[in-house]
Structures are given as C-alpha cells and as structure tokens.
C-alpha cells in the first residue's frame, strides 16, 4: 500500500514537473506587456505623468491610449473635427479649445449654442463664478429657490448672474443680428455656420474695443483661424432663441441645412480624418456621421464621457460601435475615456502639447 501511494505521488510529481512552465500553444501570451505600477514623483511633467499612465491599467491605460491617438490625429496632415458638448465652456475648458484653434489643432468645430453663448458672455465681459451645490443649512431645493430670488442660473457649482444673458441679447441685437439681417434681405436664409462666423467676428470686435481682460474666446479665435463652426442644435439654446426671437420683427432666418454641403465637403477633401469628441449628445453623432455620406471613415478617433454604453444611447456608445456604422475606418485608431471630461481634456490635451511641441 505504502509502495503504490508513493508511486502515485512520484507520478504526479513527474507530471507536474512534465507540466511545469508550459500550456496550451493555443492560448493567448500576455508576458509582452505586463501590467506595472505607475510612478508619481515631485516635478514630472503632465506628459511623464501620462507615460506611467501607459504602466497601468483599466482608465488610466485608456487615457494613456487617448494619448497616444491624439498625437497621430494632432499630426499636420490629418483633417481634425473637434465635437465639443457638455457645459465645458462655463466649467472653464474655455482656453484649452480656443488655444487648439489658433495653433492650428483644428480644422472644423462642432458644438453647442450653449457653450457657444457661455463663450460670448466671457468674450464681452461676463463671468462665470465658483459656488456650491447646496448653501449650509439648506437642501438642494431650496438653495436654488434662493438663487432663483437673487437671479442666479447654476450649473452644478458654476454660477452665473442672470444680467449677463441681457448683456448677451444686447451684443447679438447690436453687432450680430443686423448684418445677417442685410445678407437675409439681399439673399436669403443664411447658415448656421454664417451666425457662428460672425458671433465670432464680434466677440473679438467687442472684446478689443472695450479691452475686457478675459481671452476673447472659441468663436472669435475660429473666425481669426478660418475654422468654420457647425452648431446643429442652434435652437436648444439662448444663442437660439434669441435668434427666433429676432427673427419674428426681421427678414433674418437660419438655413438648417445649408452646412452640410460644405461640411461634407471638407470630409471628402480630407486625405486623413479624426474625431475628438468631448461629451455625447447633438455634437457627437454629427460630427461622427459625416463619414457616412463619404467614400471614407475617420482614421482617428478619441471620445471623453462619462456616459455608460450599456444604455444603448449614442452619448455613451462607444467609438468601436461607430465602426460598425461605417463611421471609422476598421483599422482607425480609437480609444474612449470614461469620466469627468473636465479632468480628461485638460491632461490629454497637455501631454500631446508637450509631445509635439516640447523640442521648440
């Protein structure tokens, strides 16, 4: 008995000696790239900081790819569209973008009417202003049931008086509205693309004459670069509604469809195509299918929500899913970031900068 059981044992013994460091030549090898663990030390810079991104892994792996494909967009013979939705312009993204515009980052801008407006509310001399979510002692409600009586608007803990949105309506009723009124009168609709232009023509205008410390903005740096700006959702904002509002005592009017001729015509001329997409919504999905009308897909493509794909819903679908809409190209380079875009933008777009300008 004792002679079997040790013979056994020898036999399994051998047997996993036999066994030992081997497995199925069919599985996958993963010892190519091993997770590590990431650095932080005193006095890195953002690019180094995104490099040890690349040792980890689950969002920082992600955001460490974003990286990475940003850079090949960000490359001088690749058409860039940058969607830019979500209240990035009053949460302070505001610079970032504009400075992407005027060093040549972006060749087409796709974006709300609301940020849009936030973004002509500082260009002129507006503020947008720290707060908090709830005042001490108060609930949710009845903090913004006292900002309601102060004529405060707030957006999660951005604030902005009331007063502005007038000094808004003035500057489009003064320096905006009456010169496309002329062009209405003479030809007709204009574009959305047209308002956009010349918003931003009379942000720097104004921004100059009255010497307003803040950057004069997105819009006003687009129309300083010959980057058009498409705004597909104009209506479902105040840079909307003012407009149907001037638009019931005038011969102006919007063109709806006027951009997307030459829209799609960039995206046919494009020799390379990428998509930057910040947030979901409006934005997101036309600039994405802007391809569809093309013989090509985007090369390139990097998303930044914080919006679940298990929805179904397009703010949150991820960019592989485009692909199968014919979208991206099947070997684009793609990567999505889930979280706080106000966080992810600032840091991707840093650590590209650093990479492509960093021997200037």
Request: proline fraction near 4%.
């Amino acid at each position: 008995m004792t002679d079997d059981h040790d013979s056994g044992s020898d036999a399994a013994a051998d047997g996993n000696s036999e066994d030992e460091g081997h497995h199925d030549p069919e599985r996958e090898t993963f010892s190519h790239d091993p997770v590590a663990h990431a650095e932080v030390r005193a006095g890195m810079t953002v690019g180094e900081l995104a490099d040890e991104y690349g040792n980890a892994g689950v969002g920082a792996a992600d955001l460490h790819e974003a990286v990475h494909v940003t850079e090949s967009m960000f490359a001088d013979d690749v058409t860039v569209f940058f969607s830019l939705a979500g209240a990035m312009v009053p949460a302070g993204m505001r610079r970032i973008v504009a400075d992407l515009i005027r060093d040549g980052y972006v060749d087409v801008l796709v974006t709300t009417g609301a940020n849009l407006t936030h973004d002509a509310i500082e260009a002129i001399g507006g503020k947008h202003h720290h707060g908090e979510v709830t005042a001490e002692g108060k609930t949710e409600r009845e903090h913004d049931e006292t900002l309601r009586d102060e004529g405060v608007d707030r957006i999660y803990n951005v604030y902005l008086p009331q007063e502005y949105f007038a000094t808004f309506e003035s500057h489009l009723r003064e320096e905006v509205f009456p010169v496309l009124e002329g062009e209405c009168e003479a030809d007709g609709p204009v574009s959305i693309q047209r308002l956009t232009e010349e918003l931003g023509r009379a942000n720097a205008a104004v921004n100059e004459r009255d010497d307003v410390d803040e950057d004069p903005g997105i819009a006003a740096a687009a129309y300083e670069s010959d980057v058009p700006i498409y705004c597909p959702a104009v209506q479902d904002s105040v840079l909307g509604l003012q407009a149907w509002m001037y638009s019931q005592t005038s011969p102006f009017s919007l063109d709806a469809l006027a951009d997307m001729t030459p829209l799609t015509d960039i995206a046919f001329e494009a020799d390379e195509a990428g998509a930057f997409v910040v947030g979901g919504g409006v934005p997101k999905n036309f600039t994405l299918q802007t391809m569809l009308v093309t013989p090509r897909a985007y090369d390139y493509a990097v998303q930044l929500t914080m919006d679940p794909k298990q929805t179904g819903g397009l703010s949150g679908a991820t960019l592989d899913e485009a692909r199968s809409w014919g979208k991206l190209e099947k070997d684009a380079e793609n990567v999505s970031v889930y979280g706080d875009a106000t966080i992810s933008l600032p840091l991707v777009v840093a650590a590209v900068r650093e990479r492509l300008e960093g021997d200037d």
